[in-house]
């Protein structure tokens, strides 16, 4: 497989005073969320979103322990290659904060840690300031799951890409939970120091990504016409992107075709039939380019059906050939002559 390329980002600035792990209790202007003004006799009333709420009170507990790379530890890296783009930013004591995108998929965030401080429920997702951008309110992205795992927060988008964005800007996302064993007070915070300086190397591998991934290649099913074995134009795209991954992944080491019909007709009709619509995706694949030596073609005739043959639309579904991707060397398991569909239903 492709060789991921890591580089290290360094911060320079200098860190002012904090004291590591407690947080000291902050202006509210600096930190709520403003979502409407109101003037009454002069004074300005603000409204505060509840998660802007909560993460406002439990920052200002003396109680609040807060894992944060700040100024001068602050690093971030980037993972690139076709398969997977990463950019990932320690966080001391905690873990890891990613921004994780697979070819074919969309961005997504993740927290990493071997110790989960946080309590099993929601916690407060919101975008603040750093200290040294006083008067800049917080926006509030509402709550996101806290799970009991070693990624126990993931955020999808479109909230992934707007904490993203708000890296760019200068802001800084922040989770705030109570604690796992009492009712203290946690935040992780994700540091904007030097996101930027690797965002555009992060933008050009997003656009070299594959666009599939293993698993939405590894199993494919084409289908066919009653007593056809002609591929159609749409099959040939689902095909290609298969022929696609598999020039691009050396660990695809074995390709297994496998040819079925429904029940109607004679069982050694189906077996030829099934037969020549294996050997029409086999000649596809190396039409293209794919290894001979890679693909192992087998026909079945009507065995294996993956619904029972009654009615048109389960005679349509089993009048298939499908495609098996494996990495690695070892022998296919007997149940590995049900396909995709086949699983589908059990």
């Not at 997977?84 to 990493?112: K, M, S, W």
């Not at 691009?248 to 189906?270: C, E, L, M």
């Amino acid at each position: 497989m492709q060789k991921s390329r890591v580089t290290k980002l360094h911060a320079s600035i200098p860190e002012r005073n904090r004291i590591q792990g407690k947080e000291f209790p902050r202006q509210a202007d600096n930190i709520v969320n403003v979502c409407c003004d109101h003037s009454v006799s002069g004074i300005i009333v603000r409204k505060l979103t509840i998660a802007s709420v909560i993460a406002l009170s439990w920052a200002a507990s003396s109680q609040a322990a807060t894992f944060s790379a700040g100024i001068e530890k602050s690093q971030w890296y980037l993972s690139s290659s076709i398969f997977e783009c990463a950019l990932t930013h320690n966080i001391p004591q905690y873990g890891r904060a990613v921004f994780y995108h697979e070819a074919g998929e969309a961005l997504r965030f993740y927290l990493d840690t071997a110790r989960n401080p946080m309590r099993e429920g929601e916690a407060a997702l919101v975008l603040e300031a750093p200290r040294w951008r006083p008067g800049v309110g917080v926006r509030d992205l509402g709550y996101v799951a806290v799970l009991d795992k070693p990624h126990p927060i993931s955020v999808d988008n479109p909230k992934a890409s707007q904490m993203m964005d708000s890296l760019l800007e200068g802001m800084m996302p922040t989770f705030t939970r109570r604690a796992r064993f009492n009712d203290d007070t946690v935040r992780v915070e994700v540091s904007s120091i030097n996101f930027a300086r690797y965002y555009e190397d992060y933008l050009s591998c997003v656009s070299g990504l594959l666009p599939v991934n293993f698993r939405q290649v590894e199993r494919t099913a084409v289908f066919f016409k009653l007593d056809e074995s002609v591929l159609t134009d749409q099959d040939k795209r689902e095909l290609d992107k298969v022929v696609l991954y598999v020039k691009a992944d050396p660990s695809v080491t074995a390709i297994f075709v496998d040819g079925h019909t429904d029940s109607t007709g004679r069982r050694i009709y189906n077996r030829r039939l099934s037969k020549d619509r294996a050997e029409a995706v086999t000649a596809y694949l190396m039409d293209k380019g794919v290894a001979s030596e890679k693909i192992t073609t087998r026909y079945h005739g009507e065995r294996y059906p993956v619904v029972q043959n009654a009615g048109p639309k389960n005679l349509a579904r089993n009048r298939r050939a499908t495609v098996r991707l494996e990495r690695g060397t070892q022998p296919p398991a007997k149940e590995d002559l049900l396909d995709i569909s086949m699983e589908e239903e059990l």
